[in-house]
């Protein structure tokens, strides 16, 4: 990372600057040229002069490429790279909402310069949007939405290097990260927050919640605070996001071990909270000085309070006084997004990526199936979990993580599933984002967004983490998106079949495997896919969180930005782009389908207003009032 502006980093990049891996062996060295030399394993993507092309067994058909017409509704735009949101000709986009604009009417003239008072911090709208989901609720439309990390610099700009210097900075940055609930409502000048809506809610770093499922009451989670091991305070680094079929809201806990740090660099733990502590990444410093001022975040004072983060939350947000719900039987790891689905039989399938390098893909099945009207809670905590494995055939099984399976107690499964999937046999990823499945074929697809480690080295567990098939270049600079198909159209099935979608890369720079697969073009060059949504049509919603310093390696991708993927063709086109520095992350649609709401996290320049860069949510629509989704 080059120049790196703290203010611009996405929550993946903090986490690996402030946390790097060790390392595990002696082979560390970049393999870049190595890459031209040995191609892809088991002949997954072939290549033709500077682009790659599909191979035969690839799910899409190349030749229904070239013979359809486009089912995108707009002309592709240019890559851009100043500080302004670009959107098709005949679309449009308004603001919705920024970081620190009012929840509540009491909170009116909230003041940025100086970070805005501690006091009405958690009465606005909080910092860093990302995942999202709309809901439509007794003629009610409400937004519940995440708030991923902070930006100290910007969010505390009267301390040094935006550090906390006080417990009433600590708590100020707790209560600007999270999630909001709000009202939203469309009137002649375009959507707002309906100030003082019953249904507006912060939810923070504080906010009581409930843990169930096979880990609650276990004794790695128990503290002094909840000697039962059942409650806890806050949700944290919420990341991507889900939505179950019973209409409520699933928030994803992600780096959550840069919250934690400790007064005592030599402090011992037992052996079982240490290789965990080793595993996701705890270290003695935390990102921005939580436990200096809060003790619940030492965790010399407190080893057993990082096994209550990492898991999915639920959250009814159409209950505002209702607890949240940590749910164990998810399993704990860094959780990108949550996409529920059913399958064939009415059981719920919730299928999660672990974003880190050489992590793994996972999915849960409920062993009871969805009924309207009927009980939930047991239905994302009693069932199966699994780790994704892909075959270099093209065939994939998903691997339970069962006692048998993994030799640990049902509970260690649920508190160190990385653990759990390591002994099970996983294929190693390239950092999964978001998973999305298809409301209109039973398919589901991952982004998996970059890993210079790939082939490099092995993961904080030592699994190897040489190229596999869908994870085929090394050092992998651009990420790609895998597809899966469940063997007997049943997202239960334990069996499918996978290709890859796309490989992104650059074939105007490369003539090897870093030029991509044969849908990357041009005219629609991007890196490190992450947010990825699939809208009621079909069409596939590509965010992105890469490097958009537009040279070398990455020249003509211009800014992070938006994408949409046709899933028959592989047709990929360009239809927003975020302002420098931003990453372009969180999507949901209106009920009416004719606006969709677009997050942009951590803008660099002084993007909406020219003053302080504001984390937003903006809405677009078409021109002609049309659906967008
Ligand atoms: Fe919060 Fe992996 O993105
Ligand atoms: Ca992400
Ligand atoms: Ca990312």
Known sequence: MKDVDPTTLSADDWDELHFPRPEENDFDRVVESAISRRGFLSGVVAFGSGAAAMGAGLLTSTSAQAQSASRFAFTPIAAQTGGAVHVPEGYEWKMLMRWGDPLFADADGYDLTDGGPVEKSDRIFGENTDGMETFAFQGHELIAINHEYPNGKINLPASQEGVPASAGDVLKLQNLQGVTVMEITEGPEGWSVVKDSPFNRRIHHNTPMNIVGPAAGHDLLKTEADPTGTTSLGTMNNCGAGKTPWGTYLTCEENFNGYFGSSDENASYDQKVAEGFKRYGLRAESWNGYELFDPRFDTSKNPNEPHRLGWIVEIDPTQPDSTPVKHTGLG????????????????????????ERGEYLYKFVSNGSYQPGGETESLLNDGTLYVAKFNDDMTGAWLPLTPEATGMEAADISIFTRMAASAAGGTTM????????????????????????????????????????????????????????????????????????????????????????????????????????????????????????????????????????????????????????????????????????????????????????????????????????
């Open 430 to 629: 390239d950092r999964p984002e978001w998973v999305a499945s298809s409301p209109v074929a039973v398919e589901a697809y991952c982004c998996l967004t970059n890993n210079k480690n790939r082939g490099v080295k092995p993961n904080a567990g030592g699994d190897d983490t040489s190229a596999n098939a869908p994870n085929p270049r090394e050092a992998n600079k651009y990420g790609q998106i895998v597809r899966w198909r469940p063997v007997n159209d049943d997202h239960a099935a334990e069996g499918f079949d996978w290709d890859l979608y796309v490989m992104a890369g650059n074939p105007t720079v490369h003539s090897d495997a870093r030029a991509g697969s044969a849908n990357v073009n041009e005219g629609n060059l991007f890196n490190s896919p992450d947010g990825m949504v699939i809208d009621s049509t079909g069409l596939i919603w590509i965010q992105t969180d890469g490097n958009d310093d537009n040279e070398e390696d990455f020249a003509g991708n211009g800014n992070n930005q938006m994408l949409v993927g046709d899933p028959v063709t592989g047709e990929i086109a360009r239809f927003m782009t975020g302002p420098n520095g931003c990453e372009v992350t969180g999507l949901a649609w209106s009920s009416d389908l004719r606006t969709m709401f677009v997050g942009i996290q951590h803008p660099g320049s002084n993007w909406p207003d020219g003053g302080t860069p504001r984390s937003s949510v903006i809405a677009i629509k078409r021109a002609d009032n049309g659906l967008v989704g």
């Open 332 to 355: 704990r790891f860094k959780h990108e997004n949550a996409e529920v689905t059913l399958a064939a039989d009415g059981r719920v399938v919730v299928y999660m990526g672990d974003d």
